[in-house]
């Protein structure tokens, strides 16, 4: 009998992850939030629809102090943002 190495097979595994995106003048984006390591800046994605909503409600609650304080003149429009599911698929 011969035994294959442990490369001989791939298995695709799908992680459904979310982003944030913004409607831009060409269509909708990603919003461009980032995460930072120690070596590279990748999108954030977010493990739930509920973690996606809690950051875009952040953001809106940023703003509206903002605009309160008189750091920004207007408020963000929330039709302008929405949650996708990004399908973040590896090979082990």
């Not at 920004?72 to 082990?92: K, Q, T």
Request: aromatic share 14%; charged share 30%.
């Amino acid at each position: 009998m011969r035994l294959l190495d442990k490369t001989s097979f791939l298995c695709f595994v799908s992680i459904m992850r979310y982003k944030i995106e913004l409607r831009y003048f060409y269509g909708w984006d990603d919003a461009g939030w980032t995460d930072a390591t120690d070596s590279e800046i990748i999108p954030t994605r977010f493990e739930s629809i509920h973690q996606a909503q809690v950051a875009l409600d952040k953001l809106f609650a940023d703003v509206k102090s903002a605009v309160i304080t008189g750091d920004m003149d207007v408020e963000e429009v929330r039709d302008d943002y929405r949650i996708v599911a990004v399908n973040d698929g590896f090979l082990l």
